[in-house]
């Protein structure tokens, strides 16, 4: 009899479970309550009978967001780091601030880029191939002096030995971390990339590299053929099959947060662009194991990476690429972004200043920064151009009360 009743508990447990995460489910997915004011912000006379586009705004709370809106503009730097024919200068790090000194870190590359399927695989495919992270300093922010080479290629046959680009910094505890995109020659359309990082007690070196890649590309789909195109696949795998790009480190919650975008093998269109998402990669201690999230990808839109902690959470800007292109977004935890507002311009490649109040306001931390411009050249193709750093503001849009009478006093 013993059996029978244990199983009968079990079998109630079970459904029990059941019903309470039901109920749960049902709960978070309950229609939020909305007021008269919402309503007449956004000029719904019937919330009866709402069109899919109010009910859009009502969801995505347009009418609630004006603190996220604003505007970016381009502004030209001095000294050393601006435009230089024959010269790549790209995706600046976030500008620290050290014994009164801003320091960023780039990649930087010399010499005529071919492109693929030239035969001799020494010639240079993309502006950022063969490129090393550089570094530079300012007293003010706009007037910049190249200090030199920060981190360089691994030895031949390393997983580093032909380019390390797309730099990012964290100082953390009194040491300075560098992770950057690396790629092992030859550099071919089906090369798979990773993630590593250097370490340094100094922001002026020596930085010491590690000997493994932090992050690598999943490599879990399938190239059909043997021709050297990205594009012909039997299966694509996860959305970061082939590369890890772009990567970010962030400390938050007691842990490391490293955002990357991710690439498929086999690349398709959606929503009409490019296929491009981003994920995170967590870690307990800053040199690894990064695990990656079980919720990747956390985006299906943005080009390059541009994050920051806001409150308790983490907001970013989604640049080109995708059908969230353009938008500002806020994660309470660091995985789930929402949409908060629409910009129509973004910077490539930005670099947020670390020593900003980014809780002042939810844009505080792009009030200026670095980022990096292009000057293409008639009849070329735009990998046959140049890069150079520049500099960025963000104006926010003054809709508020408050700042709406401060901005007309006498």
């Known amino acids: 009899m013993k059996p029978f009743i244990t199983t009968l508990c079990l079998i109630l447990l079970v459904f029990s479970c059941k019903e309470e995460k039901q109920v749960t489910i049902e709960q978070s997915e309950a229609e939020p309550q909305y007021t008269e004011a919402d309503y007449d912000f956004l000029a719904i006379g019937n919330p009866d009978k709402m069109s899919a586009a109010s009910k859009r705004a009502l969801r995505n709370n347009y009418h609630k967001n004006d603190e996220w809106f604003g505007t970016f503009r381009n502004h030209e730097l001095k000294g050393d780091v601006g435009y230089e024919k024959g010269v790549i200068r790209r ?43 550089w570094y530079a300093t300012s007293k003010d922010g706009w007037d910049w002096k190249e200090q030199g080479v920060a981190v360089t290629y691994g030895p031949k046959g390393a997983y580093d030995d032909r380019s390390v680009f797309t730099p990012e910094i964290l100082a953390h505890e009194g040491k300075y971390y560098l992770v950057y995109q690396c790629i092992k020659a030859p550099y071919v359309n089906r090369s798979f990339n990773t993630v590593g990082m250097s370490v340094a007690d100094n922001p002026n070196g020596p930085w010491k590299r590690l000997e493994e890649p932090i992050l690598e590309a999943a490599k879990d789909g399938e190239w059909l053929g043997e021709e050297d195109s990205r594009f012909a696949v039997k299966s694509q795998g996860s959305f970061d099959s082939q590369k890890v790009h772009d990567p970010t480190l962030l400390y938050y919650k007691d842990k490391f947060y490293l955002y990357y975008k991710g690439e498929r093998m086999g690349e398709r269109n959606t929503a009409g662009g490019r296929e491009i998402r981003w994920g995170v990669a967590i870690a307990d201690n800053i040199t690894g194991p990064y695990i990656k999230s079980e919720y990747n990808p956390i985006t299906h839109s943005g080009h390059e990476l541009c994050v920051w902690k806001y409150k308790d959470g983490i907001a970013m800007v989604s640049s080109a690429d995708g059908p969230e292109r353009q938008t500002i977004q806020y994660s309470p935890d660091g995985i789930n972004f929402e949409i908060m507002s629409y910009i129509n311009w973004v910077p490539s490649a930005m670099g947020l200043v670390t020593t900003l109040d980014n809780d002042k306001n939810p844009t505080e931390a792009l009030n200026w920064g670095l980022h990096h411009m292009s000057r293409n050249y008639p009849g070329k193709p735009w990998w046959a151009g140049d890069q150079y750093l ?19 006093k006498d």
């Open 390 to 408: 520049a500099r960025f503001s963000f104006s926010r849009n003054r809709n508020t009360k408050a700042e709406f009478a401060e901005s007309n």
């Open 91 to 133: 995706d600046p790090t976030m500008v620290i601030q050290v014994d009164g000194l801003y320091y960023t870190w780039y990649s930087k590359s010399v010499g005529k880029t071919y492109g693929f399927g030239t035969g001799d695989p020494e010639k240079k495919v993309f502006p950022w191939d063969k490129t090393e992270v």
